[in-house]
């Protein structure tokens, strides 16, 4: 069961109920107001649960007038440009606001609001890390290629029982190789260990930071960090301004990596993504990198 990718008048849409929600990837900006009833037509004839949207910040009260709420916020997301006063609220459109609907009460409620908080705490602790780990003995590092997607998608069906987008199947990862996703490797001889992308608009000058993942039995050894430094210093040099991530909520690892790279936190997407078997929520980091 994998949700898939379609199109609202013009703008870009995942949605299915692996996730049980629909996802506004990308709004053409003519299809505000119009959008949102489209978007509320496709919930309800398919019962779902929540709806989330990235919306640029003029766009806002839009989504604010149908119900949405602001779970998090990304400054500068639309070619890197920042309105230091916005906070993400103003009207500028160089920011993008994560907005989301709930259509069931019970998906609303964050009963793990605790444990976040003490994720969220251990990682701003940590601070940030002034030399990046290196790799140990055996490994090495590379970016991976189009003849490496069969060794990759073994990797990500071995860790996720469930992810929001077919990464175990290697004619998807192929594809997201064409349109301007990186991935970043660590291998063992032969074996792959550790592998994450940066999925990059180039149009936009952003970048997310995902798919992370490592092999059981050779974690605790920084490679997230290793890797995160090695696409900051890829995707800077093909003019990318901003990295932001989804990182899993109740992560330590994750979101400590992100806090160590000088990442900032902006809020957290209740039960959101579906995510090694269940709905997780999901806290969002950014970074400028010019």
Avoid at 22 to 37: Q, R, S, T, W
Avoid at 40 to 49: E, G, H, V
Avoid at 64 to 92: H, Q, R, V
Avoid at 127 to 141: C, D, E, S, V, W
Wanted: some cysteine.
């Amino acid at each position: 069961m994998i949700d898939k990718l379609d199109t609202i008048m013009h703008s870009l849409i995942q949605h299915g109920k692996l996730n049980d929600r629909i996802y506004l990837l990308k709004l053409a900006h003519e299809d505000c107001p119009g959008i949102v009833f489209h978007l509320n037509d496709l919930a309800q004839k398919n019962d779902y649960s929540k709806l989330i949207a990235k919306v640029p910040s003029k766009f806002r009260q839009c989504f604010i007038d149908d119900g949405y709420l602001e779970e998090a916020y990304i400054p500068g997301f639309f070619n890197g440009k920042t309105n230091e006063k916005s906070n993400g609220k103003e009207n500028s459109g160089t920011d993008v606001l994560l907005m989301s609907k709930f259509r069931d009460a019970q998906r609303s409620n964050n009963l793990e609001k605790d444990s976040i908080d003490a994720v969220l705490a251990l990682s701003r602790k940590k601070g940030q890390l002034q030399k990046t780990p290196q790799l140990n003995a055996g490994y090495t590092f590379k970016m991976a290629e189009k003849k490496n997607v069969f060794h990759m998608a073994n990797l990500y069906e071995k860790i996720f029982p469930t992810y929001p987008f077919p990464v175990d199947d290697p004619e998807y990862l192929a594809q997201t190789m064409e349109e301007d996703s990186l991935y970043f490797s660590i291998w063992k001889e032969d074996r792959l260990i550790s592998l994450c992308s940066a999925e990059m608009d180039k149009k936009e000058k952003n970048a997310e930071m995902t798919d992370f993942g490592t092999l059981a039995g050779h974690r605790g050894r920084g490679f997230a960090l290793f890797l995160l430094e090695k696409m900051e210093r890829e995707i800077k040099k093909r003019g990318i301004k901003t990295a932001y991530t989804i990182a899993r909520a109740l992560s330590f690892g994750m979101n400590i990596t992100f806090a160590q790279a000088g990442y900032t936190y902006s809020g957290t997407m209740i039960n959101n993504t579906n995510i090694s078997g269940q709905i997780e929520s999901m806290n969002i980091w950014y970074k400028h990198l010019i």
